[in-house]
């Protein structure tokens, strides 16, 4: 099958859905082609430094080609003007469209173009980070709901009409469709949806024994030392304090721990929480690293016992890929991921420290067994399987 991938960003040093999609895609035997533009994300410190030129580009690993076309771009949003002629050229059986609020796919949505190739949008999106706390929050949330209105909302209804099939990453997303849409537009999408989680490349993230013994020396990381982690973006939202507190008061519990976090950004808040970190009772229980590649925070997936987040993030199923266990919020987000006690566990606001508590003393006495967790979790969540979830039954 000749599957095309539309995307206003095409980002492999950071590897979202899009990356891994026409990774995935190519590693089943299907032709690929990624249109994007030549545009990138503010993502913030250090990683605000990507730039990439239009033209051509061959991933030599997967055997797919990359288009970057030329394209106005302003924040998260792209446009090109050569994009329906470049799809037309490649002549899809099938186009998985990524991000249709960033307004980049936009000249394929619609009735004429519908009815030549087959459309799969797929979406992902959950307000938990549309803060409400201050007034510059309340003011950022306020644009983002005017955007949704007049941008994104008017698009997805374009995707629902004119698409094949809607892929939601969450059940919350799910939601937000419902919310919005009337009449035969929620008919339509009610027929085509799909629930199809978020994943990862079983190429890049995946459990080794050894990598695990070799990290855990290389940190200094002693075998009755139970490892907590996070990776993710490193700013204020993701509120790493609380978990960095709660650590140094197991540490002095006489826990023995070290905390894991990755994914610093090289800017004034880095130097800010680093502050935090030395101002602790034992700042050797944490061990902070940058944005990592793939084989690097693989290897300390591996070396890790457990991973924390307090905010949806791709790198959780990431860490999944490893047989890592996780500790998550129940919330809609995130909680189609997690059995619970089974390959991690559930917090509630108001019990947080509690099952930190249990999960460490689970840990201390005994390890999980990594390879088969990394198995169970690859049945779902690797996007070879997804990939042709995605496409399968189509007519």
């Not at 991921?337 to 999960?359: H, R, T």
């Not at 689970?362 to 999980?368: E, P």
């Amino acid at each position: 099958m000749r599957v095309g991938i539309i995307t206003a960003h095409y980002m492999p040093e950071v590897g979202y859905q899009e990356v891994h999609l026409p990774k995935a895609f190519a590693r089943n035997g299907h032709t690929v082609k990624v249109f994007t533009s030549n545009a990138s994300v503010d993502l913030g410190g250090e990683m605000n430094k990507l730039t990439y030129k239009s033209g051509l580009f061959k991933d030599e690993k997967y055997d797919f080609e990359i288009l970057r076309l030329p394209a106005i771009s302003f924040k998260s949003k792209a446009y090109s003007f050569g994009l329906r002629k470049a799809v037309e050229e490649f002549k899809p059986d099938v186009l998985v469209i990524l991000g249709v609020a960033k307004i980049f796919p936009m000249p394929l949505l619609n009735a004429a173009f519908g009815k030549k190739v087959k459309m799969i949008s797929i979406y992902g999106d959950a307000k938990e980070y549309l803060d409400r706390n201050t007034f510059k929050q309340k003011f950022k949330t306020s644009l983002f709901e005017l955007g949704y209105r007049f941008i994104k909302e008017p698009l997805y209804r374009r995707a629902v009409r004119y698409g094949e099939r809607l892929v939601m990453n969450i059940p919350e997303t799910n939601d937000f469709f419902l919310d919005f849409l009337k009449g035969n537009d929620k008919e339509m999408f009610e027929q085509k949806r799909l629930m199809l989680t978020l994943g990862f490349n079983p190429d890049e993230y995946f459990y080794n024994a050894v990598d695990r013994l070799n990290k855990r020396k290389e940190l200094g990381i002693t075998d009755d030392e139970v490892v907590l982690m996070t990776s993710t973006r490193v700013n204020k939202r993701k509120n790493l304090e609380g978990n960095i507190e709660l650590v140094s008061r197991l540490h002095a519990e006489g826990k023995k721990i070290k905390y894991i976090i990755v994914g610093f950004l090289g800017d004034a808040y880095e130097r800010e929480l680093k502050a935090f970190i030395q101002s602790q009772p034992e700042p050797k229980a944490f061990i902070c690293f940058p944005f990592l590649n793939a084989e690097e925070i693989r290897k300390m997936y591996c070396a890790a016992d457990v991973g924390i987040w307090i905010k949806v993030a791709i790198s959780i199923q990431e860490a999944m890929g490893t047989g890592l266990p996780i500790i998550l919020e129940n919330k809609p987000s995130v909680n189609h991921l997690l059995k619970n006690e089974v390959n991690g566990w559930f917090y509630k606001k108001d019990n947080f420290e509690n099952v930190i508590k249990k999960a460490v003393t689970i840990l201390q006495d005994k390890k999980m067994d990594r390879e088969k967790l990394a198995r169970e979790n690859a049945a779902t969540l690797s996007y070879d399987t997804i990939a042709e979830k995605i496409i399968e039954n189509l007519n």
